[in-house]
């Protein structure tokens, strides 16, 4: 399937107030251009030098999403130039954002990553640590949290529904609350393979790949 014809499917099968983003990590440019004449304006990535190359060489109204795990000693690079990052999962990683945004008078837009299926390998952060990491958000002047954002482990239907509601559960809780830097506008569940699922749970911000490029080759990028 053509690009654009993918990214109009998905767009027609959602509601108007959840946002797609095409994750675009490993995919040339003349594919998120594609994507682009179709419509789409946020796009993911999850490497920060990869992002720094699409953004400098792209449309400047494009919204750029960081969706990997962020090494602090990258962040300084990325000021200015990403609309969310959606893995914030440290009090040191926060600590980084709040020097590097505050050094350019710029404010950081982020989501919670939580790891939400207590996986060894994965990053994000102990549901029972968020307490603590809000509260330290509190503390900063140049970070605003907008949400929470999970990669769920793999398993079947009904498990990834356990999974997003447990999120959904937790977004709504932290919803009743008011916070200084904190509000809790988006819930960035969903992939390719389990969207569907996410969105009936509450997702309203999605996270798709190879749904709309096709499959992912990851040693294109060397050739
Ligand atoms: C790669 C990636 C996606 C998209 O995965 P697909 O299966 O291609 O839709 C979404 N979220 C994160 C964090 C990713 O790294």
């Given amino acids: 399937m053509e690009i654009s014809e993918a990214y109009n499917q998905i767009k027609n099968e959602i509601s108007e107030d959840v946002t797609l983003i095409c994750v675009s990590k490993t995919r040339q440019i003349h594919e998120i251009k594609e994507a682009y004449a179709a419509g789409a304006r946020d796009f993911g990535e999850n490497k920060v030098q990869e992002l720094m190359e699409k953004h400098d060489s792209l449309e400047e109204d494009i919204k750029w999403h960081f969706i990997g795990h962020l090494q602090r000693n990258k962040v300084k690079h990325i000021v200015g130039k990403v609309y969310l990052i959606h893995s914030l999962d440290s009090i040191r990683l926060l600590q980084e954002i709040e020097k590097q945004y505050g050094a350019q008078d710029k404010i950081a837009s982020v989501l919670i990553q939580v790891n939400i299926g ?51 559960s937790m977004f709504d809780n932290l919803k009743t609350f008011k916070y200084k830097n904190v509000t ?10 389990d969207f569907e699922i996410a969105l009936k749970a509450g997702s309203n911000m999605i996270r798709l790949g190879e749904k709309i490029f096709g499959e992912r080759d990851y040693n294109k990028l060397e050739g």
Wanted: hydrophobic letters at 40%.
């Fill in 118 to 168: 207590k996986e060894n390998a994965k990053t994000g952060i102990a549901a029972h640590d968020i307490d603590s990491l809000i509260q330290a958000c509190e503390e900063c002047n140049n970070i605003k949290v907008k949400g929470l954002m999970a990669t769920i482990p793999i398993g079947n239907a009904e498990e990834c529904r356990i999974y997003f509601n447990q999120m959904k």
């Fill in 184 to 193: 809790m506008e988006f819930l960035s569940l969903g992939m390719s393979g």
